[in-house]
C-alpha cells in the first residue's frame, strides 16, 4: 500500500473508530459530523478492502484485520504527534535526547557538576556528551561548521574572536563570564616570597599553556621585551589541567587563566599571584548556529549553562 494515496485525516479517523467502535463516538473525537465520518468509513473499507468494523446486536466489532491493525496504527499516531510537537516545545524533564558539547578540559570540569546537579533535578532522562574542543586552526573552523549541521550542539570556549568571527558571521555567541591572567608558583617556591616582581617573574623558568606549534614570541614575551627582560619557557604543555599539577611539584611559573588557578589551588600546593605586567582580559562564550537561534532545546541548554555559571561565582570561585 502506497501511504502517499492516503490523507493522514483518514488515518486519525481509523485510529478514533478502531479504538471506540462507534461512528458516532468517532466524529465526536474528531469535530466532525456522523456523516462525514461514515463516508471515510466507506473509504477506508475501500482502502484496506476490508469491512474493519462490522454491525452485531451488540454494536460494532472490529474485524480480524482491524485487530491488528489498531495496536501498530495507534502507536505510529502517538509518536508523530509526539515529534510534532517536540519541534514547537521542549519538556527537559520528559526528553530523553542527547545534547553534545565541545569544551576545553578546564571548562567543562568548571561548569559540569553543576549542570549535572540541574539535569538531575530538571531534565533525569537527558544525556551530556563532552568532546575537546581544538583551541585554534583549521580544527576549530572544523568545529564550528559542525554546528551547523547539528553534530554538536554547543561550544564552550573563547570562541568568537578575530578572524573566526568575521569567517562565519552565522556562529552566535554570548558571554558566559570574564576571564583574565594570574600567574602561579608552588606555595614553598624557594625565589618567591610574599610578592612576585617583574624581574623575578622573568628570571623563573616558566611554564607555557600552548594551543598550536607556533614558537614565536608571545604577547607575554613582547611586554617583557619592552622592559628590557627575557624570559625561558622551559615546559610547554596543552594540557590545562596537567599545568598547575606539574607547576605544585617544580620551581616552574604559570601564567595561567584566573579560574584555573583558583580551582586548583584549593587542591594542591600553589600560590596566585597577580601579573607584574599588563596582561588582556576575554570572555569565555557559549556559541551555537543561527539557526538553532530559536530552537526550544537550545534555548534550554543555553540557558542552563548560564545558570551553571552563576552557581559557579555563587559559591565564590570568582
Known amino acids: 500500500m502506497n501511504l502517499s494515496s492516503i490523507n493522514a485525516n483518514l488515518l ?3 485510529d478514533h473508530l478502531l479504538t471506540h467502535q462507534s461512528v458516532q463516538t468517532a466524529a465526536e473525537k474528531q469535530f466532525v459530523t456522523a456523516s ?24 460494532m466489532v472490529r474485524t480480524p484485520l482491524a485487530e491488528q491493525l489498531m495496536g501498530p496504527l495507534h502507536r505510529a499516531l502517538r509518536d508523530l504527534e509526539r515529534a510534532v510537537t517536540t519541534v514547537a516545545e521542549f519538556d527537559p524533564g520528559q526528553s530523553e535526547r542527547g545534547f553534545v558539547i565541545a569544551a576545553p578540559d ?9 549542570v549535572l546537579k540541574l539535569l538531575e533535578s530538571q531534565a533525569p532522562n537527558l544525556d551530556i556528551e563532552i568532546r575537546p574542543i ?15 549541521d547539528g553534530k554538536i550542539d554547543l561550544l564552550l570556549a573563547a570562541v568568537l574572536t578575530g578572524d573566526q568571527a568575521q569567517a562565519m558571521p552565522e556562529i552566535r555567541g554570548s558571554n558566559l563570564y570574564r576571564e583574565d591572567f594570574v600567574c602561579v608558583v608552588r606555595k614553598d617556591h624557594p625565589s618567591v616570597g610574599e ?19 607556533d614558537r614565536s614570541p608571545s604577547w607575554i614575551d613582547e611586554e617583557l621585551g619592552r622592559h628590557g627582560l627575557k624570559r625561558r619557557v622551559a ?30 589551588a584549593k587542591q594542591a600546593n600553589l600560590q596566585i599571584f597577580e601579573p607584574p605586567l599588563p596582561l588582556p582580559s576575554y570572555f569565555e562564550q557559549i556559541a551555537w548556529h543561527s539557526r538553532f537561534d530559536s530552537e526550544p532545546a537550545s534555548l534550554w541548554l543555553r540557558s542552563t549553562m548560564k545558570r551553571a555559571v552563576e552557581e559557579v561565582f555563587d559559591q565564590g570561585q570568582k
Open 106 to 114: 578546564f571548562i567543562s570540569t568548571l561548569l559540569m557538576p553543576p
Open 12 to 14: 486519525v479517523a481509523l
Open 235 to 264: 615546559m610547554r604543555t596543552r594540557y590545562f589541567m596537567s599545568a598547575p599539577l606539574l607547576v605544585a611539584e617544580s620551581d616552574l611559573l604559570l601564567t595561567c587563566p584566573r579560574q584555573l588557578a583558583k580551582y586548583f
Open 36 to 59: 462525514a465520518m461514515s463516508h471515510s468509513l466507506r473509504t477506508l473499507r475501500g482502502i484496506f478492502g476490508d469491512e474493519l468494523l462490522t454491525r452485531t446486536q451488540g454494536g
Open 195 to 213: 610578592t612576585l616582581d617583574l624581574e623575578t617573574y622573568a628570571t623563573l623558568p616558566h611554564l607555557l599553556i600552548t594551543i598550536t606549534d
Open 134 to 148: 581544538a583551541r585554534a586552526g583549521a580544527l576549530r573552523f572544523n568545529e564550528l561548521a559542525q554546528l551547523a
